[in-house]
Each structure stands twice: as structure tokens, then as C-alpha cells.
């Protein structure tokens, strides 16, 4: 589903996006250590949220709340998405990416990125903006859609 632009703007302050979201500042902010959420930032490096990251962390909130996966859990759930399908193909710098092997945590969590992604900025990346549903993840995770049920 395309979302119109307004949807990524980032227009929410941490204090606005906690208070949405019924958590503390500083969960927010250890959600973005952990490489769960990736901020915009202005040029006085203020943390700011748009729509989208209001969904991901209502997503992850129930995660945690509702469905008892740690924030490793998460991590390693993210690992799983195919980024090198998004990015052309599993080619050698896919391969030789920690983001093809590794399930600590999301690509773009990652230190040593693949060469396409070292310059790229993430939150721009259509992998980070995947749908993001929690009841959709295997969707996201494995490319199974609607259409399948439809022709069953
Ligand atoms: S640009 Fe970032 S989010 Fe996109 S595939 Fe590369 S590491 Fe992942």
C-alpha cells in the first residue's frame, strides 16, 4: 500500500511520539539504541517522528506488551527480512553482506553495510518502510500476500 507523503513527514517530538505511544522518553530513545526505529534528525540533532515510525512503535509496543517477545526477539525478527530483494538481487556485495547472514538484527542496524547501502540513508529505504503491520510480518518476511488465500 502507497502512503502519501504527509505519512513520513516527521512532525512528532519524542515527548509528543511517547506520550502517543504510552512509554517513557527514554524508552524511545533505547528503542532507537537498539536499532529498532531510526529518527529524523534536524540540524540541531533534534529527534523527530512522523506517522510511520507512530505505527512501528505501536507495532512494537504490542509486541512486547501482547505478545512477550524481548526486544532481541525483535531484532532477530527484522534480520529476517530479504533487504537484497529490494536492493537488485543477490549479488557479491549482498553476499558478502552481514545483513545476508547474520539474524542479531536489522540491516539497517548494521555497522559493515554492503557498498550499496554505506552511503543510502535507511529511513529513506523502502526495506524500512515496509508495510509495517504486525499481523502482516510474514508478508513483509516471506512476500506472501493476499492473493495467495484468495486462491485457496
Ligand atoms: S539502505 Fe539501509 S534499510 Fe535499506 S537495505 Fe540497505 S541497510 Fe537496509
Not at 512494537?60 to 537488485?88: D, L
Not at 548494521?110 to 524500512?128: F, H, I, S
Request: with cysteine; hydrophobic share 30%; proline share 4%.
Amino acid at each position: 500500500m502507497s502512503h502519501p507523503i504527509e505519512y513520513y513527514e516527521p512532525v512528532f517530538t519524542i515527548g509528543t511520539i511517547a506520550k502517543k505511544i504510552g512509554v517513557a522518553v527514554q524508552t524511545i530513545r533505547m528503542y532507537e539504541q537498539e536499532g529498532l526505529i531510526i529518527p529524523y534528525k534536524t540540524e540541531t540533532g533534534r529527534r523527530m517522528y512522523s506517522l510511520f515510525d507512530l505505527d512501528r512503535l505501536a507495532c512494537i509496543r504490542r509486541m512486547i506488551t501482547e505478545e512477550g517477545i524481548n526486544i532481541q526477539g525483535i531484532k532477530r525478527i527484522f534480520s529476517f527480512i530479504p533487504c537484497w530483494e529490494f536492493k537488485g538481487g543477490l549479488d557479491n556485495d549482498c553476499l558478502s553482506c552481514p545483513a545476508y547472514y547474520d539474524a542479531l538484527g536489522p540491516c539497517w542496524s548494521l555497522r559493515n553495510k554492503g557498498e550499496k547501502c554505506l552511503t543510502e540513508d535507511c529511513r529513506q529505504c523502502e526495506v524500512y518502510r515496509l508495510d509495517f503491520h504486525c499481523n502482516k510480518l510474514k508478508s513483509v518476511i516471506f512476500g506472501h500476500d493476499d492473493k495467495h488465500k484468495e486462491q485457496k
